[in-house]
């Protein structure tokens, strides 16, 4: 499967943002990180979640990128009732 035509060699940084679903990332990310080519590649992990930040996401994520031949960077996670006001919590995490 396909998910994306991207030009991975282009990035050296991938940023990966997602709903927390039952405390861990949505199928559909699950199967872009099978696709991708996240070799060599900084993934920086973001999400919205109503409690309990990430869950097991990270844990889960940081597992399935290391195995693609990348590594997970520490994320941010944001209550989705406060993503309206995390603009400046977004870019100190940008940096
Ligand atoms: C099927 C489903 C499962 C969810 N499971 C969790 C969860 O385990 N932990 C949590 O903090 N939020 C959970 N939520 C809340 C979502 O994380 C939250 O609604 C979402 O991040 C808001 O972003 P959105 O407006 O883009 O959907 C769940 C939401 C749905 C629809």
Redesign the pocket.
């Known amino acids: 499967m396909k998910v994306l035509n991207l030009n991975y060699s282009e990035y050296d940084v991938i940023y990966l943002g997602f709903?927390?679903?039952?405390?861990?990332y949505p199928r559909l990310v699950a199967s872009f990180v099978d696709v991708a080519d996240l070799k060599d590649k900084v993934v920086r992990p973001f999400?919205?979640?109503?409690?309990?930040?990430f869950?097991i996401a990270d844990f889960e994520l940081s597992a399935a990128v290391k195995m693609k031949g990348g590594r997970l960077e520490k994320g941010l996670a944001v209550k989705?009732f406060n993503?309206a006001s995390c603009d400046e919590e977004l870019r100190n995490w940008i940096g």
């Open positions: 709903p927390i679903w039952y405390r861990t999400c919205t979640n109503e409690e309990g930040a869950g989705s993503v």
